[in-house]
């Protein structure tokens, strides 16, 4: 093998370790919109963190989906994993778990869903915040057993009890995404 040769492949290993190392992503399996069996130590972890039977956890996109992002932080306007805010990872979330598309900011975001009452939340329903005496200025997606997730403004991306310290009296409106996409295209114009 010649030394270019060899140099060459000695980067790729090198680079290959560095990205393994940094990374800890896991591969979503299925499509957008199709529920998988979770991982068996996804579905601990959730269930242990939610206190639900691990069967309860049936959703694996959500969950890798989830997993991927945890603790990426805070940005305002971020889109990515170097930063995201809360619109974008609602956006994100619901595109690449349950496809379905959503308009990028909360204030639209909030007029796409069909309103319910707390005690009514399924997996996938959006919970919107008043923080800062503004209407609707945060949004989370509803897990289940009380909890969401989020992308925190000081925490990141973080899956908390809705009724915790902090963030329940902050609550102001929750429900299921009108999926139609003539709702959507009219929030977007």
Not at 54 to 78: A, C, H, S
Not at 90 to 100: D, G, P, T
Not at 122 to 147: A, C, P, T
Not at 171 to 178: E, H, L, Y
């Amino acid at each position: 093998m010649n030394a270019n040769r060899y140099a060459k492949l000695l980067l790729l290993l090198i680079s290959a370790t560095i990205l393994s190392c940094h990374s800890r992503k896991i591969a979503m399996k299925g499509e957008p919109g199709e529920v998988v069996k979770p991982q068996t130590s996804l579905a601990d972890k959730y269930a242990e963190m939610m206190g639900v039977n691990k069967t309860d956890i049936q959703n694996g996109r959500l969950y890798e989906f989830i997993e991927n992002w945890m603790g990426v932080p805070y940005k305002f306007g971020g889109l990515d994993k170097d930063g995201i805010d809360c619109s974008g990872f609602a956006l994100l979330l619901e595109q690449q778990v349950y496809n379905i598309n959503l308009p990028r900011v909360t204030s639209q975001q909030v007029q796409v869903i069909k309103r319910k009452y707390e005690e009514e939340l399924k997996e996938g329903d959006l919970v919107f915040f008043d923080f800062d005496n503004k209407q609707f200025s945060h949004v989370g997606v509803y897990l289940q057993n009380g909890y969401v997730v989020h992308a925190s403004s000081t925490k990141g991306v973080i899956v908390v009890k809705l009724h915790s310290n902090g963030l329940y009296q902050y609550f102001s409106r929750a429900g299921s995404i009108i999926d139609t996409p003539s709702v959507s295209s009219q929030v977007n114009q």
